[in-house]
């Protein structure tokens, strides 16, 4: 079972209490509501239903628009920290993490990104001294690429006294569209029988860094720590995320579109996750990915049991697809196709609303992940 207590008393000493937070979410749950019936008058329908996913739809004349607004939390100051304290350079990573973990988000919903926006506070003009802005612009524009969306502007204004002068805050927002012909990937389809796909993460991604961050400054050698393969701590954790843009519009565009019945992004609250859709359902997990070494070493050293490590970081999942029964090796093949590892690593079965990782004898209950 999953120790829920000993799993959030670890991110809240890092800084981080998804308990707060959670809530706060929810609170402002309730003025996002009551606002959405505003666009009508100007032809615009907002989904209800997605309200509380990672994406938001608006249909506008019969087309389907999503909207993102994500932040990509305390992982730049991991670059920082790697560039003082070990000589390297790896903000075009950062840059590409920004930007997957906007688009990955679109993704969940179904819809391709169109536009990517960019939004860089720092606390003084001097960041931007050195490489490593170019570094980090190299690495958006990447990822815009490869997400096939035009990077349209931004905005980067400097806080001093709010953002510390050597550090940066990183967001971005994005427009999508659900392609003509296709549906978006609503949670409402889910039924008993769909399979789980788990598609495979390079490592952490962009969540956990707070965690990551706190191990680091409690070990010796700090980000210059050597994982069992030699590697050092600070270049693991900075590898790139992932970006599943190119394997949804593969999906999007062929008859498998029609199969899935839902998508989550394996972020923050790790394999709970997979229950994200406000149903009443259980995700039974039979198989798992191979977990990223940073991560086995990150879990080991915050004292994370395997509960809490499943429930806090992606440990090799980034993204999950919820497909019609009998579909999910086709969307494995497709994801292999673009460059993907994935799995059928699960059913969705009736019954109450949790996550069962069978191989690892965890349960997961509705009330672990409460964003609505």
């Not at 209490?17 to 996002?32: E, F, I, N």
């Not at 460059?339 to 349960?363: N, Q």
């Amino acid at each position: 079972m999953g120790d829920e207590t000993g799993r959030e008393d670890a991110y809240r000493s890092a800084g981080v209490d998804y308990g707060v937070l959670d809530a706060a979410k929810r609170r402002s749950m309730q003025a996002v509501l009551s606002s959405l019936e505003a666009p009508a008058d100007r032809g615009a329908l907002v989904a209800r239903e997605t309200v509380g996913e990672p994406a938001q739809l608006v249909e506008v004349d019969g087309v389907q628009l999503a909207t993102v607004l994500e932040c990509l939390g305390t992982k730049s100051e991991i670059a920082r920290e790697v560039e003082e304290s070990l000589g390297i350079d790896r903000w075009e990573a950062i840059g590409i993490d920004a930007v997957a973990a906007i688009v990955n988000d679109l993704c969940c919903v179904g819809a391709l990104p169109i536009s990517v926006s960019a939004y860089v506070a720092t606390g003084s003009a001097g960041w931007y001294s050195g490489p490593r802005h170019g570094s980090l612009v190299t690495g958006w524009q990447r990822a815009c690429d490869e997400a096939g969306a035009a990077w349209v502007g931004g905005e980067s204004p400097t806080l001093s006294g709010i953002v510390g002068e050597q550090s940066v805050d990183i967001a971005g927002s994005a427009i999508g569209r659900v392609p003509a012909g296709c549906r978006a990937w609503l949670g409402s389809r889910l039924e008993r029988g769909d399979e789980i796909v788990l598609v495979g993460s390079s490592g952490l991604h962009a969540n956990g860094a707070s965690l990551a961050r706190a191990v680091a400054s409690s070990s010796a050698d700090g980000w210059a720590s050597a994982l069992p393969s030699g590697r050092t701590l600070g270049e693991a954790v900075l590898e790139p995320s992932l970006i599943y843009v190119r394997l949804v519009e593969a999906l999007q565009s062929s008859p498998l579109h029609d199969q899935v019945s839902y998508a989550s992004h394996i972020t923050g609250h790790g394999l709970r996750k997979l229950m994200r859709a406000d149903r009443a359902l259980t995700y039974r997990v039979s198989d798992l990915p191979p977990v990223p070494e940073v991560l086995s070493w990150l879990s080991e050293r915050a004292g994370l049991d395997t509960a809490g490590a499943y429930g806090t970081f992606n440990m090799g999942a980034g993204f999950a697809i919820f497909t019609q029964a009998g579909s999910g090796e086709s969307i494995c093949a497709t994801a292999a196709s673009v460059g993907l590892s994935a799995i059928v690593g699960g059913t969705v079965e009736t019954g109450d609303r949790r996550v069962i990782l069978e191989p690892l004898d965890i349960e997961y209950s509705s009330d672990e992940l409460d964003l609505r």
